[in-house]
């Protein structure tokens, strides 16, 4: 790619615009979000740990607002206000995202494609696959390193498992935000040893009950009480606790559902692999997961079918990418040369349209591309061709 010199921005900018195109062709419409948000979506969606990342400010109702720090939500939001809503819809996007990242650029430009609507799960996640390998192309680079995976996996196994729903939960969120997981299998392992308390019979009530029941417990003491919260703890952090030590009293986690998670998190290689040591983890702990281990076996085939290269892809059932609203399929898109940070990026995300209000499910599917990092390895990849011619 000999293009002249320009300010990276516009350079930048300029390659974005010939994507977009590509993506218009494509079918996917341009979407144009307002760049001042609520900011109450990314806190409850992406957790209060975004805070410290967001540039943050409140109008004269008190509402608390933000610069956007991605497009993904800015974009469903707009979607569901339209007359499309609850149709199948594709949309293409470019602009600027304000995050603070330590050292680097606070604003920095963004571009992808969100799906909404789409019933063809498998389908449309190939697509997305292959949408964002179109965009490492079209940069220069055709030896990106694939990652992906599939917390839709994870959950069904949790289901299969039959765990308490204080645990499932609790593993849920640590998939998804990437820590601490084998801390929590490993705390499975053994009864807790809880001494008697006063409180040792509501404790034994709540055993294996469910977040709202306990919720709607612990809040009602509370009031009766007239206090809101104990040492700094919210009544859902206390709830949360209740339910903790509750399913602790009962013992550990039975060795083989241990192992089960265990072995799970292990399976990695490329999807044909995976998908062999998934069928055997299902048929030797009799799991009943074959419905989303079909799905993923699905979405293989599509793949291969849109021409993507499963052999040189990796998956892996550990595979995340720090989000709680990701429902299914993940993936990240790598150059050399660029540390952790992904060139493209996304999943699937159907739980996200209820969370910003629909009435109704919606399948949703999508991803971003980091503009200026992904022109930069173009530019130093064009430059090492022409050297080597």
Known sequence: MNEPAAPRATGSAAWAEVLLSSFAQAGYQRAEPAILQPAEPFLDLSGEDIRKSLYLTTDLTGEELCLRPDLTIPVARDYLASAR???PAGYCYLGPVFRYRGGRASEFLQAGIESFGRQDRAAADAEMLALGLEATS???LNNVEIRTGDVALFNALLDGLDLFPVWRRRLIKDFNRKISLEQDIEHLTVATGLSQHEYQGVLAALAGSDRKAALALVTDLMSIAGTTNVGGRTVAEIADRFLEQSTLKGGGLPREKREAIRRFLAIS??????LAQLRALAA???LDISSTIDQFES???FMAARGIDTARTRFSTSFGRGLDYYTGFEFELHGSGNGAEPLVAGGRYDGLMTQLGSSTA????????WIETLTQLGRSAAIGSGSAA
């Open 85 to 87: 809503a609850g149709q």
């Open 138 to 140: 079209a940069f220069g």
């Open 269 to 274: 290689g490329d999807p044909d692999d995976a």
């Open 284 to 286: 030797d702990a009799k």
């Open 299 to 301: 979405r293989i085939g």
């Open 362 to 369: 919606i399948p949703a599917v999508g991803f971003s591309i």
